[in-house]
């Protein structure tokens, strides 16, 4: 059954969100987690998500607060701005997380093909300096992939997490996005094998995956999830691809963790730095 959140006007206004300066535009989505709504500020006319969850399905729990703190502290320009989060008890006693997000209005990256690797560079510095932010700041994002890669009004991308992808798919694409695969596909081995890897090293695997899907547009794994091991090793590019970009996708698919460059080492990377890779 769907679970559609209250509207703005019957929330606590007294909270740090402006709730009491928005006004609905529509309900895009709603769900046993909650729902997203499409608002507007009256003075400003400014557009914004509105995501309302039913505290038990987030999930995410400290990740999904540091990424909040991450996106709202510093504005930084590859991460989707979070204009404020609250807790609220909802009219039926439901403990809310509610989260005022940035929308993008170019939506999300999933089922997107940049054959034209002149285009790519562009995109992987943003995602990069997105990535690169966030381990500053102590955080492992934890679910890179391309529907958490967002683009914004000028063409911007930048990093969402927090299921701020699929609110603001919908919104821009006015009905439910294309399904995706679920996020253990973009998993590294050594987080799927229970090693307690992952970490820093795991996005950067995640971000392999996803700019080659990107370029390829397909999931490098075909249909599987990879919670096995890689018995043939890692996907590569294809072998029309540039020499920059298959080194590029070698250095973010290492098998072993340890072996991956840093996202701020990434950024140095010919692929990304090169001339004749310099459209903006």
Same mark, same amino acid.
């Given at each position: 059954?769907?679970?559609? $959140?209250?509207?703005?006007?019957?929330?606590?206004?007294?909270?740090?969100?402006?709730?009491?300066?928005?006004?609905?535009?529509?309900?895009?989505?709603?769900?046993?987690?909650?729902?997203?709504?499409?608002?507007?500020?009256?003075?400003?006319?400014?557009?914004?998500?509105?995501?309302?969850?039913?505290?038990?399905?987030?999930?995410?729990?400290?990740?999904?607060?540091?990424?909040?703190? $991450?996106?709202?502290?510093?504005?930084?320009?590859?991460?989707?701005?979070?204009?404020?989060?609250?807790?609220?008890?909802?009219?039926?006693?439901?403990?809310?997380?509610?989260?005022?997000?940035?929308?993008?209005?170019?939506?999300? %990256?999933?089922?997107?093909?940049?054959?034209?690797?002149?285009?790519?560079?562009?995109?992987?510095?943003?995602? %990069?300096?997105?990535?690169?932010?966030?381990?500053?700041?102590?955080?492992?994002?934890?679910?890179?992939?391309?529907?958490? %890669?967002?683009?914004?009004?000028?063409?911007?991308?930048?990093?969402?997490?927090?299921?701020?992808?699929?609110?603001?798919?919908?919104?821009?694409?006015?009905?439910?996005?294309?399904?995706?695969?679920?996020?253990?596909?973009?998993?590294?081995?050594?987080?799927?094998?229970?090693?307690?890897?992952?970490?820093?090293?795991?996005?950067?695997?995640?971000?392999?995956?996803?700019?080659?899907?990107?370029?390829?547009?397909?999931?490098?794994?075909?249909?599987?999830?990879?919670?096995?091991?890689?018995?043939?090793?890692?996907?590569?590019?294809?072998?029309?691809?540039?020499?920059?970009?298959?080194?590029?996708?070698?250095?973010?698919?290492?098998?072993?963790?340890?072996?991956?460059?840093?996202?701020?080492?990434?950024?140095?990377?010919?692929?990304?730095?090169?001339?004749?890779?310099?459209?903006?």
């Amino acid at each position: 059954m769907s679970l559609a $959140a209250p509207p703005p006007s019957s929330l606590d206004t007294t909270v740090e969100l402006p709730l009491a300066e928005m006004e609905l535009v529509c309900l895009v989505d709603s769900g046993e987690g909650g729902s997203v709504w499409l608002v507007r500020h009256r003075a400003t006319r400014r557009e914004y998500a509105l995501k309302v969850l039913y505290e038990r399905w987030a999930a995410g729990g400290d990740t999904d607060d540091a990424l909040l703190r $991450a996106a709202d502290d510093d504005h930084h320009p590859s991460l989707v701005r979070c204009h404020g989060g609250t807790r609220h008890r909802g009219n039926g006693g439901e403990e809310l997380r509610i989260v005022l997000l940035e929308h993008m209005r170019g939506g999300s %990256l999933s089922g997107r093909r940049v054959a034209d690797e002149r285009a790519l560079p562009g995109v992987t510095r943003q995602a %990069l300096s997105g990535i690169a932010h966030l381990h500053r700041r102590g955080v492992v994002h934890g679910d890179i992939r391309p529907s958490n %890669l967002l683009v914004d009004s000028s063409g911007r991308v930048k990093i969402a997490g927090f299921g701020a992808d699929r609110a603001i798919d919908q919104i821009t694409n006015g009905g439910p996005c294309k399904a995706s695969l679920r996020p253990a596909a973009y998993m590294s081995p050594d987080r799927a094998d229970g090693g307690g890897g992952g970490g820093y090293a795991g996005d950067i695997w995640s971000f392999g995956l996803t700019i080659l899907e990107l370029y390829t547009g397909r999931f490098p794994l075909g249909q599987s999830i990879p919670l096995t091991c890689y018995s043939d090793g890692p996907p590569e590019a294809p072998a029309t691809a540039s020499p920059e970009f298959r080194s590029f996708v070698g250095c973010c698919l290492q098998m072993n963790p340890a072996k991956r460059p840093s996202a701020v080492q990434l950024m140095d990377h010919p692929f990304v730095t090169s001339s004749l890779f310099s459209q903006k």
